[in-house]
């Protein structure tokens, strides 16, 4: 049982992108992809999302390829983005937004409900619940987005740069979020981060991805380890 990437090319027009990528997430673990910008890491994002094509390689859940179903068939079999930029519905309330989550989720209820969980460990999501999203500060909508797709009963998550724009407090706040998310729904997160650092003590695995290629992959404490790493995404010298 896996979300499996197997050696995928894809990209935009004619430029080529990702180079053959191989990766996998397992449910319940947290695989962080790290790299730097314009390594390819919302290409990857949105490939497996349904949003770009797939030109060659092929991707799976459990065995079964995926590749060629349409974004929202992706959604509704539980593969959940969230988006770099997170992408409410800024009209619409914090309970709202996250209700659309719930309507998303179709068969996959039953069991401990985990937005109850999120609300009770972070209790500003109750606080805002009937505020317009688009007056909440960065750090507030993206816990927002995270338990957004939490409603939507996900069996693996796609999180693209969930740090952008926001303070290193906020950020902390953030990855303990999404922390909880894994202990809590048992869903299988792929986290691409350009906040190496946090991304790699919060993963169980992870991936190196340079000009659309993994350079470099393993447990994560492993990685961070690496001279490497941490010369190139950690600024240790
Ligand atoms: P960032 O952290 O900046 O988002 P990234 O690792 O996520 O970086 P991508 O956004 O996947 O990288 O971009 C990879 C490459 O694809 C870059 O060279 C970028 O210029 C190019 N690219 C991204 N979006 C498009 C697009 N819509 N059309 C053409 N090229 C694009």
Redesign the pocket.
Known sequence: MSLEVDRLEC???R?P?LHGVSLRVGPGELVAVV??????????VRTIAGLLTVRSGDLRVDGSSFARTSAARRARSGIVMVP?GRRLFPQLTVGENIEMGRRAARGRTGGEDPVAALLDAFPILTERWDQQANLLSGGEQQMVALTRAVAARPRYLLL??PSLGLSPLKTLEVFRLIEMIRERTGAGILL?E?MADQALQAADRAYV?EL?RVSMEGPAAEVRASDEVRRAYLGVA
Do not use: F
Not at 35 to 44: D, E, H, M
């Open positions: 990209g935009y027009d430029a992108i790299g730097s910008n314009g390594a390819g890491k919302t290409t990857l770099e693209d740069e691409v350009q991805l659309g």
